[in-house]
C-alpha cells in the first residue's frame, strides 16, 4: 500500500503518519533525507538512522539493487557528516535487499518469516548420521605419515590446494587487485603479482563487491586474452549461509573442476554477526563444504580502523577471533596513499615458518597503451638477505643444480634463480656443470 513502509530489520508493515499542512510527504519525507546527517542529532537522530530511512524509502518504491547501491554511496558521502565507511552502508543495503526474492523483490512478510524460521528448526532437528571414531595404533600412524601426500601449492609459499585464506585490508587499500590479478595469474597460468609462481587451475570469482563495468574493465585492462578457466558470480548476492547457495556452488565446483573459489568480500557473502563465535564456526562449516569439494578458498575482508603506525596482525581483521584462527593464511595489505604504493604482510601461515613468510610491495602501474599490471618494488635488504640465505645454502649442500637451491631456500623460484646469477657474477658462488659450491 502506498501509506506503508518496511524497516530494513523488521518486515512488519507499519503505518506512516498521517501528512501535515505545510509537509506533503509525512514525517519520512525525501526533503528531510536531503539534510545533512551529522554523526548524531539531525533530522533522524544520526546518520546511521538516515541511512536506514533511505534503505526503507528506496526498497518501498522497489529501486533495483544496483542503482539503489550507487545511490546510496553517492547520498552518503554528500548528506553524512562525516560519511558512514562505504562498508557500512554496502552492509545496511545488502541485508535489506537479501529480504527480497531474486525475481519479483517481493517485501519479506511474517508468514514467509516464520515460515522459514520453522523450516531451519526442522532442519536443525533432523537426525544426523555421526561418523565413527577412529583411533589409530602407532603401526597405522607411522603408515599413515609415511605416505602421506606432500603439500601442494597453488601460489607458491601462500595459497595451499584446498585452504582457507584471508586477503585483509580497509576499505580502497587494494585487496580487490590482489584478488582480480590472482584469477588472472590462476586461470592464465602466470605469476602472482608478476613474481609469485602459481599453479594453473579452474578459478571461480564471487563479485558481491563492484559493479560489472568498473570489474569487466579491471579484468580486460590486467589480461586483454580470454580465460577460459576462469569462471565468475556477478552481483547474484550470493550467501554463504543459504543452503540452496551453497548447494549450487558445490555442484558446480566438483562439474567444472573448480580448485580456487575467491569471494569478493566476507561481509556480503553472509547475513550473520561476524562478531560471534558461534556464527562464525557456521559460516566456517560452509566454507568446509566448499573446500571438501575440491576448492581451495579464498576470502577478500575487511581491517578494523587503526592508527597510524600500528604493527599488523591476524587481529587486525574485523570480526570474531575465530576467523583468523581457523586460517592457513592470512594476508594483510597497507596503502600508503602519499607514495601509492601497497605493502602486503603475512601476518599468519600453518604450513611455513615465518622465516619463508612472503611479504612484498606493489605499485598498479598505468601503462600508455592502457593497461594494468600490478609491479612488484624491490624494498631494501630483500636481495641481500635472499643473497645471504643462497650462499649459505650452497656452502651447506655444495653441488646442488639451480632448482635444488630454490627447492632448499624455499622462496619465490623466479626470484632465486636471478639471485643465484648475481651470486656468481659477485663471485660469491661459483658455477661447475650447473652445479653450484662456495667459493
Sequence with gaps: MADEWFDELDATPKRRPRAERGEPSGEYTPSKLMEMHPQSGGPYGGRDNALTALVGHMRERRWDYEMAAEYAQLWNQKHCDPPLEPWEVSEKLGRAWADWTEGARELLTQQMLASELLADKLKALEPKEEPELEIWDWWRFKQEGLNCPQQRWIAE???????????????????????????????????WCNFIQTEAVNVLYINEEILLEKFWQRFYKMHDTDLPNLHIIQKKMTKIDKDAHVKRLVNYIKEHSIQLVIIDTFVRIH????????????????????????????????NKKVTPGTVMNQDAMRGASDLAAQADLVLTVLHDIDEKTYDVRTVKHRHVGEDDWVNFMYKIRNHEDGSIELERIATPGDETELLDRIVQYVADHPGKPKSGIADGVRKNRNSVWDAIDDAVELQLIECRGKRYYKT
Design 271 to 302: 547475513s550473520m554477526d561476524e562478531n560471534d563465535n558461534s556464527a562464525v564456526a557456521k559460516l566456517y562449516d560452509r566454507f568446509q563444504e566448499l573446500i571438501d569439494a575440491g576448492a581451495a578458498v579464498v576470502i577478500l575482508h575487511h
Design 157 to 191: 609459499n601462500l595459497l595451499v590446494y584446498q585452504g582457507l585464506h584471508y586477503i585483509a585490508a580497509a576499505s580502497g587499500h587494494g585487496k580487490s587487485w590482489l584478488g582480480i590479478d590472482l584469477a588472472i595469474a590462476c586461470a592464465g597460468g602466470r605469476p
